[in-house]
C-alpha cells in the first residue's frame, strides 16, 4: 500500500460560520483520503477508457439504461494507468423476463421484504466460522423476497462513502447549483492522495463529470476529495440524515454505514427515488461501469449487469449493488468488518451474490 501523505494541521477554529465549515471541510478531506478511501490494490483488472461524459441520459425507463460489462476473474492489482478520456459507450439491459416488466416512468415499484429462510440458511452457513463481523442485505426488487443479517450494525464504510458524495453532486445539478461541464482545480493537497488513477498534474483542471466517473468506476481518491470538497461535506450529511440513513455518517473521524442504509440507498436508486427518476438512472449507469469486480460481479454468469461499489481498508471488504438477472433486478450488500483474511472475505462475498442469483432466477 502507498505510504500515507502525512496529516494537515487543522486551522485554529477563529470563529463561527464559514471559517469553521471551511475548517471541518478540509479536515474531512484529508481524513478521507488517508484512511478510507483505498480501493485500487482490488481491482480486478486495468480500468478502460473513461467516458467523456461522465453519465449518459436515461432517455428511456422502459428497462435500465445500463452499460453491460463483463465480469473478470480477481487478480492482485492494475498494471496500466487509467487511459485517456474517450467517447462513452452504451449497450442497453436485454428486454427482462415475462412478469418482469418496468412501467414508463418508474425503473421499479418498491416492495416490502418478505424474509426468505432458504437463502438466508444458505448465507449463514456460507460465513459461519469466517474471520470478521458479516452485515449482508438481500433483496429481490419485484417480489420482495430477502435476507438481513445485522441490518442496523454499523460498519466501516471505506470508499462506500462515496455514495453519498455521488448523490450530492447529482442533487447539486438537478437544482442548478453545478454543473457536469464545470471545471475544477485539481490542487496540490488533491495530488497527494493519488494512489496512480490521476492522469493529470496540480494546477490543471478536471471536469466535474470526469471527476464523478473517476471516483466512482475507479474509487479514484483524488477525484473524491474534490468532489466533497466542491459540494461540501456538510450537505452530504445533510442528505444523508434526509435519505433516511440513521447508521450512515461521513465524518472527520468517522466514517459508517450498515446494511439497512446501504439496502435503502440502492433500492431509491433502482426505483428512481433517488432525486428523481432521471438522475437515479445516471448514477445505476454509472454505477455499472465500476471497474473493481473481484466480489459480487465475480462467479456471475459473463454479461451480468451489475451496478455497485466497492470499499476496503485493511480489515474491511464491502461491496453494494444491484444485479440485474434475467427475472428482474435484486441487490445485494455485503459489509465485512475486522477480518484478517480479505481474500476470503471477497471470495465469500462473490459466493452470496451467486446464492441470491440462483435463489431468485
Do not use: C
Not at 48 to 75: H, K, M, Q
Not at 144 to 166: C, H, N, R, T, W
Not at 236 to 252: A, E, F, K, Q
Amino acid at each position: 500500500m502507498p505510504g500515507r501523505p502525512p496529516r494537515r494541521r487543522r486551522q485554529h477554529r477563529r470563529g463561527l460560520g464559514p471559517l469553521i465549515v471551511s475548517a471541518l471541510a478540509a479536515a474531512f478531506s484529508v481524513y478521507i483520503a488517508t484512511h478510507y478511501a483505498i480501493d485500487w490494490g482490488k481491482q480486478s483488472s486495468p480500468p478502460a477508457p473513461i467516458a467523456r461524459d461522465a453519465v449518459a441520459l436515461a432517455e428511456d425507463f422502459a428497462a435500465p439504461p445500463i452499460a453491460v460489462i463483463a465480469t473478470t476473474a480477481p487478480s492482485s492489482s492494475p498494471t496500466t494507468a487509467p487511459a485517456p478520456l474517450a467517447t462513452p459507450t452504451r449497450t442497453a439491459l436485454p428486454a427482462p423476463a415475462a412478469g418482469a416488466a418496468i412501467a414508463p416512468g418508474s425503473l421499479l415499484a418498491r416492495v416490502p421484504l418478505t424474509p426468505d429462510l432458504t437463502l438466508a440458511n444458505q448465507i449463514a452457513a456460507r460465513v459461519a466460522g469466517r474471520s470478521g463481523r458479516y452485515g449482508v442485505a438481500v433483496k429481490n426488487l419485484r417480489t420482495g423476497q430477502g435476507v438481513i443479517f445485522d441490518g442496523d450494525g454499523e460498519y466501516e464504510a471505506a470508499s462506500l462513502f462515496k455514495l453519498p458524495v455521488m448523490y450530492e453532486v447529482f442533487k447539486q445539478r438537478e437544482a442548478g447549483q453545478l454543473s457536469f461541464d464545470e471545471e475544477a482545480e485539481i490542487t496540490e493537497r488533491h495530488v497527494a492522495y493519488d494512489l496512480g488513477t490521476l492522469d493529470r498534474p496540480a494546477g490543471s483542471f478536471i471536469r466535474l463529470g470526469d471527476a464523478l466517473e473517476r471516483m466512482i468506476t475507479f474509487s479514484d481518491n483524488s477525484s473524491a476529495i474534490l468532489l466533497t470538497d466542491r459540494v461540501g461535506a456538510f450537505s452530504v450529511n445533510r442528505d444523508v440524515s434526509n435519505l433516511g440513513l440513521p447508521h450512515t455518517r461521513v465524518l472527520l473521524d468517522d466514517l459508517k454505514t450498515s446494511p439497512g442504509d446501504m439496502l435503502r440507498l440502492l433500492e431509491s436508486l433502482a426505483v428512481g427515488e433517488a432525486v428523481n427518476g432521471r438522475a437515479s438512472a445516471e448514477m445505476v449507469q454509472l454505477l455499472a461501469r465500476q471497474r473493481v469486480n473481484n466480489r459480487l460481479p465475480a462467479l456471475l454468469p459473463a454479461g451480468t449487469v451489475v451496478a455497485h461499489k466497492t470499499g476496503n481498508v485493511p480489515g474491511v471488504v464491502n461491496d453494494v449493488g444491484i444485479v440485474y438477472g434475467p427475472s428482474g433486478p435484486f441487490i445485494v450488500v455485503v459489509l465485512v468488518d475486522g477480518t484478517n483474511d480479505e481474500d476470503e472475505a471477497a471470495r465469500g462475498t462473490a459466493d452470496i451474490a451467486l446464492m441470491a442469483y440462483k435463489r431468485f432466477n
